[in-house]
């Protein structure tokens, strides 16, 4: 059985999950795990792009980095990215016979996300560095298991509340309780963030508000302005490294779908209120809104964020058994006064934001025939 065969066997999400499933099959295999030097970068948004910049930055300075992100857009290989370029898909099959050997009966109980972390520390045995994004949690996500010489904690704000708490100070510490050694912690909405991190004794450097010069680099690389505050939690955290960071460079090294420019349209797979906030403040006109969203994310309290940068919404159907109701979505978009109708294609003379989950990017990327990487 391939890997994509073998992935398809498996559940995306589970409504019960087994916190130590993970650890269970970590145990049992860790003496024979390749131990490369692993960055953890934990929080509720910029995880992508900061590890991204991270990933550039130590690659620019001689070091082969290893990048694992989740989840794909198209291609399932843009989950393990080393040194520029995403996995090749001979490479995915020699590890997953490799996996399969490993961990024995274990890799049919483990998740699809938990299978495949297994196979991304397996991939980067010769680098140097790996950048290890966690999944939607922090203290018992699969990639927490894996020693950690460093955590980089980017902005924490409401996401998951059914897994991770209802109340910022206890969705922090769920995330913060995944540090192993010393933490950057990027700038944060709620200062409970830090209150919570000195409760736990951790060990960290606060990151301040990116300054005048990172926000100019943006604008002159065509990145919106709340990149700046990326290239600079990366950047410090390269200094723990003993690395210095070449900022200028690390900007060409950038994730897809993450405020991404094609042609009249922007791709976000932004989906909770803290991205709607910051892509609001980067727009500089309206536009229409190609959108959907799952049922647990506060779709009205998002809309009502980007009502002023909104001409009309266009619900693009989306098979995912997540998703909406889309009568519910409808009357929500009613209740705010937005027009509304169903996306059937995009008008070149319109422009465009599509946003509200990794599914959305997928199927418009898919539909419209969009063009998002080059590697």
């Given at each position: 059985?391939?890997?994509?065969?073998?992935?398809?066997?498996?559940?995306?999400?589970?409504?019960?999950?087994?916190?130590?499933?993970?650890?269970?099959?970590?145990?049992a295999v860790r003496c024979k795990l390749p131990r490369v030097p692993i960055i953890h970068i934990v929080g509720t948004n910029g995880k992508g792009t900061t590890g991204r910049f991270l990933a550039g930055m130590l690659r620019e300075a001689g070091f082969k980095v290893g990048h694992y992100t989740s989840p794909h857009i198209v291609r399932f290989n843009?989950?393990?990215?080393?040194d520029g370029r995403y996995i090749d898909d001979e490479k995915l099959e020699r590890l997953h016979e490799k996996a399969l050997q490993l961990l024995g009966d274990a890799a049919k109980?483990?998740?699809?996300?938990?299978?495949?972390?297994?196979?991304?520390?397996?991939?980067?045995?010769?680098?140097?560095?790996?950048?290890?994004?966690?999944?939607?949690?922090?203290?018992?996500?699969?990639?927490?298991?894996?020693?950690?010489?460093?955590?980089?904690?980017?902005?924490?704000?409401?996401?998951?509340?059914?897994?991770?708490?209802?109340?910022?100070?206890?969705?922090?510490?769920?995330?913060?309780?995944?540090?192993?050694?010393?933490?950057?912690?990027?700038?944060?909405p709620h200062s409970e963030v830090y209150e919570v991190a000195k409760?736990?004794?951790i060990d960290y450097v606060a990151v301040?508000?990116?300054?005048?010069?990172?926000?100019?680099?943006?604008?002159?690389e065509g990145l919106a302005p709340f990149f700046a505050d990326n290239l600079a939690t990366a950047a410090a955290a390269v200094k723990e490294l003993g690395v210095t960071p070449n900022i200028e460079a690390a900007v060409g090294y950038r994730m897809p779908a993450r405020m991404q420019k094609v042609g009249n349209v922007i791709l976000d797979v932004g989906h909770n209120p803290l991205s709607a906030r910051a892509?609001?403040?980067?727009l500089d006109k309206k536009r229409v809104l190609v959108y959907n969203t799952y049922r647990d994310k506060d779709f009205k309290k998002i809309l009502q964020i980007l009502r002023p940068k909104i001409k009309h919404i266009e619900?693009?159907?989306?098979?995912?058994?997540?998703?909406?109701?889309?009568?519910?979505?409808?009357?929500?978009?009613?209740?705010?006064?937005?027009g509304i109708r169903e996306f059937t294609?995009?008008?070149?003379?319109?422009?465009?934001?599509?946003?509200?989950?990794?599914?959305?990017?997928?199927?418009?990327?898919?539909?419209?025939?969009?063009?998002?990487?080059?590697?």
């Open positions: 059985m391939n890997l994509q065969e073998f992935l398809s066997t498996k559940p995306l999400f589970y409504k019960k999950f087994d916190p130590m499933r993970m650890r269970r099959a970590y145990e843009e989950r393990i990215w080393i109980e483990l998740s699809y996300f938990e299978y495949t972390t297994f196979l991304a520390v397996l991939a980067f045995a010769e680098c140097d560095y790996a950048v290890m994004e966690a999944g939607l949690g922090g203290e018992y996500d699969a990639t927490a298991v894996f020693p950690h010489i460093l955590s980089v904690i980017t902005p924490i704000d409401y996401d998951h509340q059914d897994f991770l708490g209802e109340s910022i100070e206890a969705i922090a510490a769920t995330k913060l309780r995944s540090v192993q050694n010393r933490a950057v912690i990027a700038p944060q409760r736990l004794g301040p508000k990116a300054d005048a010069s990172l926000q100019k680099l943006c604008q002159k892509i609001a403040s980067a619900i693009l159907p989306v098979r995912n058994e997540r998703m909406v109701d889309q009568k519910e979505l409808v009357a929500t978009i009613q209740e705010l006064g937005l294609k995009l008008d070149a003379k319109e422009e465009y934001l599509v946003y509200g989950s990794f599914s959305v990017i997928e199927e418009c990327v898919k539909r419209c025939g969009l063009s998002i990487t080059n590697t």
